[in-house]
């Protein structure tokens, strides 16, 4: 029986999310998890793939279980996974699917990025210069110059969505972008150019410029992967997922002159970061095991 489980992982404890010989990745904690239950002897198969370092909040993978696993869906196969998988991979929906479910063929999927986080960010941000900066990456573009070359396939992408992600109280948190599928570093690239334009590192002819087909190769930067996250997926052969946050991420410290106090204090809001993120994980395995 083919079971598709909904779950989210801290990136900063694997090397990806994709299975690396001699190497600590979600995929492969996933797969020794069922290997302990004597499931899924053909593997665990992966909808989105994800660097070292980025977060999960939400990703799907599909894998086998025996027939008698049907009625203790989805709380108990919940409880076999969470009880050996680490804490920081945490597997909060379960549900059976066909046989002919692809789960990498998701429908569409959300990233946000925490620009706050970022050393160079300038508090303060004006909102209509910052969805200024946004609206330009809106729409289908060439992002070859966004993306980390792995093979030849094509870099025409259309980004459905991307928005400001604001506190309650109108803080600008970063930003959340909408697309059927990204290119490798593709959100990172953005995210780093984004604040490249409102520190005026670069221009915005420059940029509209380097999203155009057979554009100059122009690098801008790649932001760090840690304060990236894998926020939402949607698959047509899969239940609607919650979307919305439990809560807002806890408000930064103010950064020093000094640059080794400011690694230090990065250090600090990384923590700060990875606890929110648990509390959000822990809320949506709540939520299922409550129903």
């Keep these: 029986m ?67 696993i049907r009625n203790d869906l989805p709380k108990g196969l919940l409880k076999g996974l969470n009880d050996i998988l680490p ?23 959300i990233y946000r990025y925490r620009m706050e986080l970022l ?50 109280e109108n803080r600008i948190i970063g930003f959340e972008i909408k697309s059927k599928g990204f290119l490798w570093n593709q959100v990172r690239r953005i995210a780093n150019c984004i604040n490249g334009l409102l520190n005026h590192d670069f221009s915005e002819k420059e940029v509209i410029k380097s999203l155009k087909v057979g554009s100059a190769k122009t690098d801008f930067g790649l932001a760090p992967s840690r304060w990236l996250t894998l926020w939402h997926l949607e698959h047509n052969d899969l239940t ?9 991420p806890p408000e930064v410290n103010d950064l020093e002159n000094d640059r080794r106090i400011n690694s230090i204090m990065i250090e600090v809001e990384s923590k700060k970061h990875h606890a929110w993120l648990q509390f959000e994980f822990s809320q949506m395995l709540k939520l299922k095991l409550e129903n």
């Design 2 to 68: 083919k079971v598709a489980i909904t779950f989210s992982y801290l990136g900063d404890e694997f090397h990806g999310s994709q299975i690396q010989p001699s190497l600590r990745t979600v995929q492969g904690e996933l797969e020794k998890a069922c290997r302990r239950l004597k499931w899924s002897p053909n593997g665990v198969k992966i909808s989105s793939r994800t660097d070292a370092g980025v977060n999960a909040r939400m990703n799907f993978a599909i894998i086998d279980v025996p027939e008698g």
């Design 87 to 109: 804490s920081s991979i945490c597997v909060y929906d379960a549900e059976e699917v066909s046989n002919n479910c692809n789960i990498r063929n998701a429908k569409m999927r």
């Design 119 to 168: 050393e160079n960010w300038k508090k303060n941000i004006d909102l209509e210069e910052f969805n200024k900066a946004l609206n330009i990456f809106l729409g289908e573009h060439d992002f070859s110059n966004f993306y980390k070359k792995e093979d030849e396939r094509s870099t025409i992408r259309i980004i459905e969505e991307i928005s400001p992600w604001i506190s309650s």
């Design 240 to 248: 609607q997922k919650l979307k919305n946050s439990f809560s807002e």
